[in-house]
């Protein structure tokens, strides 16, 4: 029977290839999308190929916190255990902070910082009980520097790693491992999308030359959650190409 991952934000930019990456590592991968994104999420798996038993699909929306609990529950019912759980879900509303709504920044702050405590609520204590798990919080270079008109996502990043270094001392005795992947600029669909000349400057930045490709933060995340990976745990692993040093 394979193992489970359980992914938010599955069929974005960085979620679909970790998506990937853990399907082609034998996992059956839970992707959980929110409602506006169905058809995008649909057409993607089936561009993928993936069969049944490789990905099932999930509706969910990761600010409501009933609404995790209860689908999250079910579908521990359902799927018997979850071994690794990947919170990728995030979004920007980036504006300087004089000129910042409180509905910017609470959108931010629900769907990158109140959305792991709803999606791990439900899930962290099935983990302690089978006494195994793998948790991964997907993070940002911005959490951990600070970025120019990115207060409220800069703030619910660096939330996300106190979360993981305080989650982490209380899995570690159980065998459930805890711990952030925190990119940098990174080669998806939403930063392809910025003017040639502003993606040439951000390069220029990158000591590496090169902005991140989804592949890499995958990699990452496989790797956390590999028998290699075991004992690791409360760490934040930058994959910047050396954009920023801590």
């Given at each position: 029977m394979?193992?489970?991952?359980l ?13 990937k ?11 959980t999308y929110?409602h ?7 057409e ?7 069969s049944d038993?490789?990905?099932?699909l999930?509706e969910?929306d990761?600010?409501?916190g009933?609404e995790?609990q209860?689908k999250?529950?079910?579908l ?16 920007t509303?980036d ?8 509905d ?8 990158n ?7 791990t609520h439900?899930?962290?204590?099935a983990?302690?009980e ?11 270079v ?5 970025q ?14 106190g979360?993981?270094?305080?989650l982490?001392l209380?899995?570690?005795k159980?065998?459930?491992t ?6 940098g600029y ?5 930063v392809a ?5 502003v ?6 930045q990158i000591?590496?030359?090169r ?16 028998d290699?990976g075991a004992?690791i ?6 994959v910047?190409?050396?954009l920023?040093?801590h």
């Open positions: 394979k193992k489970v991952a992914i938010t934000g599955a069929t974005g930019g960085i979620g679909s290839a970790i998506t990456q853990l399907i082609n590592d034998g996992y059956k991968v839970v992707a929110i506006q994104m169905y058809d995008h999420s649909v993607w798996v089936k561009e993928s190929g993936f038993d490789q990905i099932r999930l969910l990761v600010t409501k009933d995790c209860e999250l529950t079910k521990l019912a359902e799927e018997g255990s979850i071994e690794v759980l990947v919170n990728t879900a995030g979004i509303r504006a300087v902070f004089k000129k910042m709504t409180a910017d920044w609470h959108a931010v702050i629900d769907t910082l109140n959305s792991v405590f709803n999606v439900p899930i962290f204590p983990m302690l089978q006494g195994h798990g793998r948790i991964v919080n997907i993070t940002s911005n959490g951990i520097k600070g120019f008109g990115q207060t409220n996502y800069s703030a619910a990043k660096a939330g996300m790693i979360f993981t270094k305080a982490a209380e899995g570690a159980a065998g459930v805890v711990n952030a992947v925190a990119p990174t080669a998806t669909p939403m999308k910025m003017r040639e000349e993606l040439e400057s951000i390069k220029a000591p590496m030359r902005l991140a490709t989804p592949e890499d933060i995958a990699n990452a995340v496989a790797y956390l959650v590999s290699s004992y745990t409360g760490e934040t692993l930058s910047n190409g050396g920023y040093m």
